[in-house]
Each structure stands twice: as structure tokens, then as C-alpha cells.
């Protein structure tokens, strides 16, 4: 059974960094899809990142992260990474590491089967 545990979030100002940390175990990590995904209070979850390392790397980030945030993957480590600079108050959210089994790379949360438990990020303004 996969288990994702996330780490790194915090309390930043706007215009600072944070680097999110997402631990996987229980399978063969490269052979998945890995997201980032946040939900802020009242809002729905939200795709931000994903990786895909079976085709190359392919990366997929959300229009309103690219250019501050970039997502990487350790696979001798079994960690995926997202590096979030720039950091604005309408970041503020739970971020989650989600991992998906085959199939195509796709922002959609229902596609993935396994999620950690969430960290929170704050960003002050």
C-alpha cells in the first residue's frame, strides 16, 4: 500500500520560499505519476504540480504557479519535491502529495489513488 508523507510547510511572508517535501513507500515509486495538489478554506482542491518520470519527465505546472513554483523528483530517495518561491498570500493552503498509478498525466485529483495527509503553508502578506 502506497503511503505519502509530506513535510516543509510553514509560515512565510510574501515574496519568500518554501520547499515541500513528499516521502513515498509501499511500491516502486518511478512507476508513478506524482501531484501536488492544495485546497484553501471553502474552496476546492486544486491541482498545482505534477511529474511524470516513465516519459522523460514531463512536467505539468498550473497557470497561476509557473514561473515561482517547479516540482522535482529523487527517485533514489523516493521523494518528490516542489520548490515555491515568490510566495503570495493566495497561496495559503493545505498542500497535498497525491501519486498516481499509470494511465496519462492528468490534473485531475479523482485520478489519483493515494494522498498524504497534507501540510499546511501560510503565507502572510
Known amino acids: 500500500q502506497v503511503q505519502l508523507v509530506e513535510s516543509g510547510g510553514g509560515l512565510v511572508q510574501a515574496g519568500g520560499s518554501l520547499r515541500l517535501s513528499c516521502a513515498f513507500s509501499?511500491?516502486?515509486?518511478?512507476?508513478?505519476?506524482m501531484g501536488w495538489f492544495r485546497q484553501a478554506p471553502g474552496k476546492e482542491r486544486e491541482f498545482v504540480a505534477l511529474?511524470?518520470?516513465?516519459?522523460?519527465?514531463?512536467?505539468d505546472l498550473a497557470d497561476s504557479v509557473k514561473g515561482r513554483f517547479t516540482i522535482s523528483r529523487n527517485n533514489a530517495k523516493n521523494t518528490v519535491y516542489l520548490q515555491m518561491n515568490s510566495l503570495k498570500p493566495e497561496d495559503t493552503a493545505v498542500y497535498y502529495c497525491?501519486?498516481?498509478?499509470?494511465?496519462?498525466?492528468?490534473?485531475?485529483?479523482?485520478?489519483?489513488?493515494?494522498w498524504g495527509q497534507g501540510t499546511q503553508v501560510t503565507v502572510s502578506s
Open positions: 497525491a501519486a498516481q498509478f499509470g494511465g496519462v498525466p492528468n490534473a485531475k485529483a479523482s485520478g489519483y489513488g493515494a
Open positions: 509501499g511500491d516502486t515509486f518511478n512507476r508513478y505519476i
Open positions: 511529474i511524470d518520470w516513465r516519459i522523460g519527465g514531463r512536467i
